[in-house]
């Protein structure tokens, strides 16, 4: 099941990931200047048949701009005072007056060109005093009003260059969990080899995993036919 591949994925916390089978026919080549746009916008979580889901959202013009996403992106050092922090992806949602949680799992990739390795740098999510760590798991949480918009600060620790992804989930009282989405952080890479981090993993972590087999130990080992 595919919930089961995620989750064997980035939470492992074994010494390294495993890289990927066949890329998925047809996926075609993204626009990098879209790409550095905002193309992917920010979180938007909505539900549907009582389970919490995931979108995107443009905050600039308050819209959806896709209904059912899970792979987001985000920039460090913007900012250049604060070369490995960001405040992106946001977050934002249409269940008003609920508290809801958004989960850092633990685990977190770094692009190798062809899949993703283990990282030795860690993610750090910070939002309202509450923290949490790719190195162990945590959350941060918040009430969802009308118009949020909610920055929270996302830092890599022992920061090396790279394309990092992090995963996570969103939940809620009286909904189900929402599926893993994704976050593909960048630390000084190009927007071409961003690109391609991010079309990897929409072709091979969020479709049904087709062509992937169970390894020993509950690990799923992936590699990518050159």
Sequence with gaps: ????????????????????????????????????????????????????????????????????????????????????????PGFTSDILGSTMTVNLLSGLGRWNGAGFDAASSSLFASYGGQDASSASGGSFSFLVTAGLDLHPEFTLVDPLDGIYLASFTASTSGFATSETFYVLFNLNESEIDHDEAIEWVEANIVPAPGALALLGAGLLAIRRRR
Excluded: C, Y
Aim: overall charge negative.
């Design 1 to 88: 099941m595919r919930t089961n591949f995620v989750s064997g994925f980035l939470p492992s916390r074994t010494s390294s990931f495993f890289a990927l089978a066949a890329v998925v026919a047809g996926v075609s080549a993204l626009d990098s200047t879209a790409r550095a746009d905002g193309e992917l916008g920010d979180v938007w979580i909505s539900s549907v048949a009582g389970t919490l889901v995931t979108g995107g959202f443009d905050h600039t013009t308050g819209t959806v701009i896709n209904p059912s996403q899970r792979v987001f992106a985000a920039e460090f050092g913007i900012d250049p005072a604060f070369p490995f922090s960001t405040d992106e």
